[in-house]
């Protein structure tokens, strides 16, 4: 059971979507975001695909290399902040998508956050969790993969202080498995694949050329 497009539709000004884009990829050793993907960055197409979704607000945090990377967003309807925190780690940056989400009207009612160099995440993906959450009526729909709990997930407001206090590197993960009993897993298989190294990238590419 889904919901129709037009119930699914009438809910989407009260999700939003974090788009968590501003470490420095220090093990890439050159900016994960503008590497190409699909005809275009990583950043720019993760964007896309949240926009394309039912998800609005659309919400990008930059941090490391903001000023090289924003003009591959400029132009798409996305609301940028710029974490000027970002070296003290992605609590940092959640933290400023929810600071920046608390103060936009109307009252949003949960979040999905994603990271920009997962490139299987699709608006297909993310209208899952949407979808999901509806139906079950959990607080929190988290991706599961690799054996593992993790992001794009989706929380409800009520968490959106708990997120907010994050410290240090601590990310999304921390709250999820901190909250277990209040957790919806939904299937992604290909949420095990992330962009951190060169080999990573270059595996990726003969993933889809081959």
């Known amino acids: 059971m889904v919901f129709d497009t037009e119930q699914r539709n009438n809910k989407k000004s009260t999700i939003a979507i974090m788009i968590l884009a501003a470490g420095a990829s220090t093990r890439m050793g050159t900016p994960k975001q503008l590497l190409l993907y699909q005809g275009r960055s990583f950043l720019q197409y993760i964007t896309e695909m949240a926009i394309a979704s039912v998800c609005q607000p659309v919400v990008v945090v930059l941090g490391a290399n903001a000023?090289?990377?924003?003009?591959q967003i400029q132009q798409l309807p996305v609301e940028v902040i710029q974490n000027q925190d970002w070296v003290c780690g992605m609590s940092t940056s959640i933290r400023s998508g929810i600071e920046?989400?608390?103060?936009?009207?109307?009252?949003?009612?949960?979040?999905?956050?994603?990271l920009c160099d997962q490139p299987f995440v699709s608006d297909k993906i993310i209208n899952q969790l949407v979808d999901t959450y509806y139906l079950v009526k959990k607080p929190i729909i988290a991706c599961e993969y690799g054996g593992t709990l993790g992001v794009p997930?989706?929380?409800?407001?009520t968490f959106f202080a708990e997120l907010a206090a994050l410290k240090g590197?601590?990310?999304?993960k921390k709250i999820i498995n901190?909250?277990?009993?209040?957790?919806?897993?939904m299937p992604f298989s290909l949420g095990n694949i992330d962009i951190d190294t060169p080999k990573d990238?270059?595996?990726l590419l003969s993933t889809i050329f081959h």
């Not at 009252?107 to 956050?113: F, G, H, L, N, T």
């Not at 901190?178 to 897993?185: A, C, G, I, P, R």
């Open 169 to 172: 590197t601590s990310g999304a």
């Open 201 to 203: 990238y270059q595996q």
């Open 100 to 114: 920046l989400l608390n103060n936009l009207p109307p009252k949003i009612e949960a979040v999905v956050i994603t």
């Open 178 to 185: 901190n909250h277990l009993n209040e957790v919806f897993s």
């Open 153 to 157: 997930a989706i929380f409800s407001q």
């Open 67 to 71: 000023e090289q990377i924003y003009p």
